[in-house]
């Protein structure tokens, strides 16, 4: 499994950065903007996969883990740069963990919120990509 990763653009200054997503930055249309905070330590977060659904992770603020599972790998990231986008692309299993203090996930994603998309169990998800 390769960990697919977006360099997003940004402008630099020291009195502030701003990261830009836009046009073909994103390797589809954004149909859903979420973002997961307040996350007490020690929290598991994901723990699903998504039969279509594609999504770009990004931590705009502090830290978290992230596992991904095909099937065959399993691979860890940590994400804790505000320029970077995880790319999760459907068929793979993903867990959330670590979260440091006062971190914000970024969610964009390719499709409206569909609780009949996800796979919420490892069992089925592995029926499901066999
Ligand atoms: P879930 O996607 O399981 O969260 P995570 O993967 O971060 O642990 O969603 C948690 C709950 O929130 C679940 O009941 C569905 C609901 N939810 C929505 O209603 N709309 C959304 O866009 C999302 C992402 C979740």
Request: glycine share 6%; charged share 25%.
């Amino acid at each position: 499994m390769i960990i697919d990763w977006i360099d997003i653009p940004k402008v630099k200054n020291p009195k502030g950065n701003i990261a830009i997503l836009e046009g073909d930055t994103l390797p589809f249309e954004v149909r859903r903007v979420y973002y997961l905070y307040d996350v007490p330590s020690g929290a598991r977060r994901g723990g699903h996969a998504h039969k279509t659904l594609q999504q770009v992770l990004i931590a705009v603020s502090g830290s978290f883990d992230v596992v991904l599972k095909n099937g065959k790998t399993t691979q860890r990231i940590t994400l804790n740069r505000p320029d970077k986008g995880l790319i999760i692309s459907h068929n793979t299993w993903r867990e959330l963990e670590n979260f440091s203090s006062g971190a914000v996930c970024l969610v964009l994603a390719s499709e409206p919120y569909d609780e009949t998309e996800y796979i919420r169990s490892y069992k089925e998800f592995l029926k499901f990509i066999s």
